[in-house]
C-alpha cells in the first residue's frame, strides 16, 4: 500500500512549503484540478524540483468524447507525471480510446477510472444512472478493467469486491481516509489504516489529516511505519 497525499491549501505557496516538511518520504502527490487550473505545468515542475522522486498524481477526472479523452490523455503525456485519472462513466469506448491512444508510448503513466464520487446519496446518484450506487459501481469497475485500464477510484470499503469481479492486480486508490481515526470533516463514510489493509487497498489519499496536522511529517512517517 503507498500513501498518496492530496495538496489540497489554497495556495501554490502553502502546497509547496508543505512538500518542503515532507520531501524526504516515499509519498505520491495528488494535484487536483483547482490547483491545475491555477498553477498549471509549473506547479508540477516546483513539485519535481522539491523532490524529483516524488510521484505525482494528477487528478483531474476527463470526461468527454473519446477522441477529445484521448487528445486530453496525450497531452498529459508531455506533463512528466505518474499517474491521472478519467471518469468511468465516460463510457467503455472512450476508455478504450484512450489506453489505445496511449499504447505507444513506452513509460506511459497509470490510468485509473472514478466509479462513483463519493459525494453521491442514493437519490441524486439513482436520478442520473438510475441504479444503487454499489451495483453501478461495479459495473463501473468491470467496464475500467475490460478497457484495459490499470485500476479505479473508489470507496476503501469497495476495495476488496472490486478486486474480487476484476483482479487482484487491478489497483484501487481510495479516498475517504483517517488513518488512526482523524475527524471525518465532510467525508461521510471513513476508513482507517488498518480497514484500507483489509480492503487490499493499494493507495490511500490522505489529505487534511496530513495538511491540517501541526507537525506533517511526524504524521506521514507515523502513516508510512504503518502501512
Ligand atoms: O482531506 P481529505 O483526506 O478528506 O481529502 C481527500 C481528497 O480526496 C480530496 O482531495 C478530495 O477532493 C479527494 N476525493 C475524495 N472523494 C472522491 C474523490 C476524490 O475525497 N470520491
Redesign the pocket.
Known sequence: MQLCV?L?LPTQKENLALLEKIKTYDVWI?V?FRSYIRDGKEFIEAIKAINPEFKIFLDLKLYDIPNTMADAAESIMGLGVDMFNVHASAGKLAMKTVMQRLEKYENRPIVLAVTA??SFDEENFKAIYNQDIASKADQFAKDTYEAGMDGV?CSAFESASIKNITSDSFATLC???RPFGEDA?D?KRVADIAKAKEQQVDFI?????IYQAKDPAQIVEKILKNL
Not at 205 to 209: H, I, S
Open positions: 492530496a489540497d495528488k487536483g464520487l463519493t477510484v479516498p475517504g481516509i470533516g467525508q489519499v490522505v489529505g487534511r489529516p
